[in-house]
């Protein structure tokens, strides 16, 4: 079955600094979904990458799928206490409806 | 614009229980999932389902049964419940990924303690 890993497991960094999480699958992928979770509370969708190289942005967040579709990075520039919480990457395979999700990251942003 | 809704939000249960975390969406999603998120983890699928009628396991299914006879309905029921189990529960849906984005809606988790 398909195994998402996502490094590092918690995050703590000081506001206004930049930050990566990646996110490494073991097969290849159909599609790659970011969400983060406010504590204790539900997901919220980020955005959804499916083509291999592909870059999208919102706000202060950046998102990238290696050429091979194994590999995904999640940045965020000049970090703010509004993004701190639990990203978590979600991932299918491609004829296989199953989606999983990665061990998710903790990040905390300190003034 | 309901969205995905999970009841109960928040349950105890006595070792050997049984319930069941009610799920439904009224998007008119083809996919439907459950997910349990332990403490400081990420989510692990314990069932999934592709259709009114079709449902299969997902990484975490033992302990758990599940049904789907209406495309808007998806429960999960817990039998025999176990400390283990203790959990907050999600239920998400989407359309199909061959048809859209994909992105799952999430409804906002059921929160259950097994004593």
């Known amino acids: 079955s398909q195994e998402l890993e996502q490094s590092p497991q918690s995050l703590i960094v000081q506001e206004g600094k930049n930050l990566t999480i990646n996110c490494t699958s073991s097969?290849?992928?159909?599609?790659l979904y970011w969400y983060k979770q406010k504590y204790g509370e539900g997901l919220i969708f980020l955005m959804m990458l499916q083509k291999g190289g592909e870059e999208k942005s919102h706000e202060k967040i950046t998102a990238k799928l290696d050429e091979k579709k194994q590999q995904s990075s999640l940045h965020i520039t000049a970090s703010q206490p509004s993004h701190a919480g639990i990203y978590l990457c979600g991932g299918g395979n491609f004829g296989n409806e199953k989606l999983t999700f990665g061990t998710g990251t903790r990040l905390t942003i300190i003034p | 614009n309901a969205g995905v809704t999970q009841t109960p939000k928040f349950r105890i249960l006595k070792i050997g229980q049984s319930m069941t975390l009610q799920c439904t969406q009224d998007m008119n999603h083809n996919y439907m999932y459950w997910y349990r998120q332990d403490p400081g983890m990420g989510l692990k699928l314990i069932y999934y389902s592709v259709g009114a009628g079709i449902t299969d396991k997902g990484e975490v299914p033992n302990g758990y049964n599940v049904s789907r006879s209406t495309t808007e309905d998806f429960p999960l029921r817990l039998e025999l419940a176990a400390p283990s189990q203790t959990s907050v529960y999600f239920c998400?849906?989407?359309?199909?990924?061959?048809?859209?984005?994909?992105?799952?809606?999430f409804g906002e988790g059921s929160r259950l303690t097994v004593l």
């Open positions: 097969k290849t992928l159909y599609g």
């Open positions: 998400a849906s989407s359309y199909s990924r061959r048809r859209n984005t994909g992105e799952l809606f």
